[in-house]
């Protein structure tokens, strides 16, 4: 059971490049969530899908765009890299019962320079 | 709006002693309160959680939490510390009482255990 894969773990982007960060789960959960992770800032909530086809903005959508055409994928795209969001970039899955945990992707780590 | 709080940054802790990991939280009706680990390179792993029921909660890696409403804590405890035992720590909060449901999570304790 693979959970939550996200890819690619590491890129390097140049400024004003466009790029998509790939999730998938594999656990047929409605809800996933999109967080950036700085350091000793914890996780910030970038966009959320409550099921295939409904997406939301969090906390720091600005920059970002999300689809959810299916219920395993949850795609995030950067249009125009700035440096503002060089960070840790982490996929999460849960169900619809909200006493469950989280599950979380290993991450992609990028750098915009 | 709920809050998380983890006021410590950093724990330092020998091997074998015993190890606490603090959180406090804000919510407006009852909350579901949860603790992950985050090893280096790696995504957030559960640990354990408090939905309702009895104070004490244990996990895994012979962690446990307790539950205190008054004080609106949920401090994580291992009683004897191993060396693999140090990561990022985060606690994060749901708040039943609000029609947000997102998960709240702290800034992040790193703890290291010294041999």
């Known amino acids: 059971n693979a959970g939550v894969t996200q890819t690619p773990k590491f890129r390097i982007l140049k400024i004003g490049q466009s790029m998509t960060l790939q999730c998938t789960q594999d656990?047929?959960?409605?809800?996933m969530y999109w967080y950036r992770q700085d350091p000793g800032m914890g996780l910030k909530l970038i966009y959320y899908?409550?099921?295939?086809?409904?997406?939301d903005k969090g906390e720091v959508p600005n920059g970002y765009n999300v689809s959810r055409s299916t219920t395993e994928d949850f795609p995030l795209r950067l249009e125009l890299a700035a440096p503002s969001q060089t960070s840790v970039y982490f996929c999460?899955?849960?169900?619809?019962?909200?006493?469950?945990?989280?599950?979380f992707g290993d991450g992609t780590r990028l750098s915009i320079l | 709006a709920q809050s998380v709080a983890q006021p410590e940054d950093q724990v330092n802790v020998a091997e074998g002693n015993p190890l606490t990991v603090k959180c406090t939280y804000s919510?407006?009706?009852?909350?579901?309160l949860f603790w992950y680990v985050q090893y280096p390179n790696r995504g957030l792993q559960f640990l354990l959680k408090?939905?309702?029921?009895?104070?004490l909660v244990k996990g895994s890696y012979g962690f446990e939490a307790e539950f205190n409403k008054s004080q609106t804590s949920f401090h994580l405890k291992k009683p004897s510390a191993l060396v693999s035992d140090s990561a990022l720590y985060f606690c994060?909060?749901?708040?039943?009482?609000?029609?947000?449901?997102?998960?709240?999570f702290g800034a992040g304790t790193t703890v290291t255990v010294r041999a």
């Open positions: 999460a899955s849960e169900g619809q019962e909200l006493n469950q945990p989280q599950h």
């Open positions: 656990m047929n959960h409605n809800y």
């Open positions: 899908s409550v099921g295939a086809g409904i997406t």
């Open positions: 919510v407006s009706g009852n909350p579901y």
């Open positions: 408090y939905i309702t029921g009895d104070n």
């Open positions: 994060a909060v749901r708040d039943l009482g609000s029609n947000d449901y997102k998960l709240s």
